[in-house]
């Protein structure tokens, strides 16, 4: 009997709600005859989000790369930043992109957040802020980071963009730091396509982000300063306002998968991320940690050749970027170079997570 070619299996899968109840939204859009320039589905997507997730100021804006670069214009001012090497591309870019200089500070080899214990050493005359990634989901060691800003009177960006969904200590994770950032894009976990948004509790500070994000526009007539285009589109808004329903049950079927792989995987030979304690957290990612990078490439090599197509991010780690001055990091270079995503969306069945955990286990 000749075997249908089993379809492939990638990282991740974007989640599509039912069609009919985008076209709901999108036709919304048509009765308003309104696309841009903060709608009504704009503002009910980001009341949606503040009620689901958290009580702070939110701005939705076009993406999740460009609240950062304006958080780092806010706060930055030309200075150092403290930051993590252990992030997508976009933390570290954020800060070169505004003048401001990124200082590394090395991971936690477990949490693989920022090493807080190794923050106070790094902070210069020069240090303006600390922006640290929530890394697939797991906080910061949020309160210890309080703390060291509130002493050297630096402020706090997250990079939340992993974390929609996440709480710590039944807060939003949202709530934490200066200012925290958040992707909506069509690969994380709850998304418009493209899509992003900045929260934060201090209002004046809320007033400036928004000016900021929104050309510096004090009216049509005036400036309150410099600003960019950051502003979300009703068609992105319709997109989260389809898949906002959703998300209890995409969070709750990627848990079936962490539990799958937590039963079935044999983690003599692996280890896999810890999640800081106090974490409701949203199972965005699957990091495996191998023993060294060669295990870690003959495995990949075996699920490629079966259709199995699992990351390695984060790689490289981001000391190594070619527009910034490299210092030596080696939890993170360790990390980065051993560490592999695996597929995890909502509708993998038990079949392909078994070819997927046995393919990991037989190869060890
Ligand atoms: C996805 C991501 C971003 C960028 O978000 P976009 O919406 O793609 O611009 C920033 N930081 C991290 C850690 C990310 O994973």
Known sequence: MIEKQASKIT???????????YQEQIKRIWINQWLTNRGDLVKELE????????????????NGTLPIQ????????????????????????SIVWENCTPVFVDIHPEYLT?????????????????????????????????????????KVIYDAAHCFG?????????????????????????????????????????NKL?????????????FHGIGINAKMSELQAAMGLAVLPHIEFIISERKKVVDYYNHNLNFNKLSKLKI??????????????????????????????????????????????PYVQYQDM????????????LPLYVGLDENQLSKITNAINETL
Do not use: Q
């Open 11 to 21: 990282v991740t899968k974007t989640f599509f709600p039912p069609i009919e109840e």
């Open 47 to 62: 009341d949606k989000i503040l009620t689901y997730s958290t009580g702070v100021n939110i701005i939705a804006m076009t």
């Open 70 to 93: 304006i958080a780092v214009k806010v706060f930055g001012n030309g200075g150092e930043i403290i930051t993590t090497p252990f992030s997508y591309v976009a933390t570290t870019s």
């Open 114 to 154: 920022i090493d807080e214990t190794k923050i106070e050493a790094a902070i210069t005359p020069k240090t303006t802020a600390i922006l640290a990634t929530h890394v697939y989901g797991n906080p910061c060691h949020v309160d210890a980071i309080e703390k060291i800003a509130t002493k050297h009177h630096l």
């Open 166 to 206: 996440v709480k710590y200590k039944n807060n939003s994770i949202f709530d934490y730091g200066d200012v925290s950032t958040c992707s909506f894009h069509a690969t994380k976990i709850f998304h418009c396509g493209e899509g992003g948004a900045i929260f934060c509790k201090d209002n004046e500070l809320f």
């Open 210 to 222: 928004f000016y900021h994000h929104n050309f510096g526009h004090n009216g049509p007539l005036s």
């Open 276 to 321: 800081r304690k106090g974490t409701d957290w949203n199972f965005s990612y699957y990091p495996l940690i191998f023993n060294n990078e060669e295990k870690l490439l003959k495995v990949e090599k075996v699920l490629n050749d079966s259709n199995i197509e699992p990351r390695r991010y984060f790689y490289p780690s981001l000391n190594n970027l």
């Open 330 to 341: 080696p939890v993170a270079e360790k990390i980065s170079k051993t560490v592999l995503c």
